[in-house]
């Protein structure tokens, strides 16, 4: 009697979807946190010409399109311009803080996967050296855990973000929001000056 080969076991649907949601929303907060600084400067230049609400509706598509959050049922008050550029002076001390991963990831896709190409060697000092698959395999795993923080940091920027904006849709806000935030820009920035001490 003929035997039956093994088929290979399916994944979970569940174990899919959570996966895809994982990179959906690290995908989602790195373009989101790319976008915080350009977005923040162009409301404290249009909102006091009358553009706030053209600005928070920037803030909630960016928020509904790129982190997939439910756009809220019923909007409170339109804010007013001094919320708008309050908000806008905040997402661009998050921004600024965001530019540090953001780094990083893009340090990782230049010194991590393409090493090889972006220095020529000679390798013999170099982790992994002296060949160039050597130093490049050492780069580029020496660079995912530190791409991983950074998407992680992206991911808590984005959602500490996002909880600011909801407040200018009339969402109270808990007490600890803006302190973190302005915690955030001083690590940031003295994070930025210890390593520019460092090169």
């Given at each position: 009697m003929p035997t039956v080969p093994a088929q290979p076991a399916a994944r979970h649907p569940a174990a899919r979807s959570r996966s895809y949601q994982v990179v959906r929303l690290a995908g989602g907060s790195l373009a989101y946190?790319?976008?915080?600084v350009p977005v923040a400067v162009l409301a404290l230049v249009t909102a006091p010409l009358g553009g706030a609400g053209a600005a928070v509706a920037r803030w909630r598509a960016l928020r509904t399109g790129l982190l997939g959050m439910p756009p809220t049922a019923v909007p409170g008050?339109?804010?007013?311009?001094?919320?708008?550029?309050?908000?806008?002076?905040?997402?661009l001390l998050l921004g600024a803080v965001a530019l540090l991963p953001l780094g990083v990831q893009l340090l990782m896709v230049l010194r991590g996967a393409l090493?090889?190409?972006?220095?020529?060697?000679?390798?013999?000092?170099?982790?992994g050296g002296p060949t160039r698959?050597?130093?490049?395999?050492?780069?580029f795993l020496v660079g995912l855990p530190m791409a991983a923080?950074?998407?992680?940091?992206l991911i808590g920027i984005?959602?500490?973000?996002?909880r600011l904006t909801r407040r200018l849709?009339?969402?109270?806000?808990?007490?600890?929001?803006?302190?973190?935030?302005l915690l955030?820009?001083?690590a940031g920035a003295l994070l930025f000056v210890a390593w520019t001490r460092q090169i």
């Amino acid at each position: 009697m003929p035997t039956v080969p093994a088929q290979p076991a399916a994944r979970h649907p569940a174990a899919r979807s959570r996966s895809y949601q994982v990179v959906r929303l690290a995908g989602g907060s790195l373009a989101y946190c790319a976008t915080l600084v350009p977005v923040a400067v162009l409301a404290l230049v249009t909102a006091p010409l009358g553009g706030a609400g053209a600005a928070v509706a920037r803030w909630r598509a960016l928020r509904t399109g790129l982190l997939g959050m439910p756009p809220t049922a019923v909007p409170g008050p339109r804010p007013g311009t001094v919320a708008v550029l309050g908000h806008a002076l905040l997402s661009l001390l998050l921004g600024a803080v965001a530019l540090l991963p953001l780094g990083v990831q893009l340090l990782m896709v230049l010194r991590g996967a393409l090493y090889g190409l972006v220095d020529p060697g000679p390798y013999d000092h170099s982790w992994g050296g002296p060949t160039r698959a050597g130093a490049w395999v050492a780069h580029f795993l020496v660079g995912l855990p530190m791409a991983a923080a950074a998407l992680a940091a992206l991911i808590g920027i984005a959602a500490v973000h996002q909880r600011l904006t909801r407040r200018l849709d009339g969402e109270r806000g808990p007490r600890w929001l803006i302190p973190s935030v302005l915690l955030m820009a001083l690590a940031g920035a003295l994070l930025f000056v210890a390593w520019t001490r460092q090169i």
